[in-house]
């Protein structure tokens, strides 16, 4: 697991009306606390996995419909 606080990109709502973003440590998508995307935006959350994450300011916040998912988070941007 790395220490790294990756940078989270889009965002979306859950079924039950809870904002929800991918964890880009172990991609599971995971709750975060807030009512809506300004709540969210530049917050640092973390997942169960114990991994750091953070949504950026200008995250995109996606309309999820049927089985919509969230896209794969990259973490780290290749070095
Ligand atoms: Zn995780």
Same mark, same amino acid.
């Given at each position: 697991?790395?220490?790294? !606080?990756?940078? =989270?990109?889009?965002?979306?709502? @859950?079924?039950?009306? %809870?904002?929800?973003?991918? &964890?880009?440590?172990?991609?599971? !998508?995971?709750? =975060?606390?807030?009512?809506?995307? @300004?709540?969210?935006? %530049?917050?640092?959350?973390? &997942? ?17 419909? %049927? ?13």
């Amino acid at each position: 697991m790395s220490e790294f !606080i990756f940078d =989270v990109v889009h965002f979306a709502r @859950d079924t039950d009306g %809870g904002l929800i973003c991918r &964890c880009p440590h172990c991609q599971s !998508i995971i709750g =975060v606390e807030g009512e809506d995307g @300004d709540d969210v935006r %530049g917050e640092q959350f973390q &997942c169960r996995c114990e991994g750091w994450l953070e949504i950026t300011a200008n995250a995109r916040y996606i309309k999820l419909r %049927g089985d919509d998912t969230l896209p794969a988070n990259k973490g780290i941007p290749d070095e």
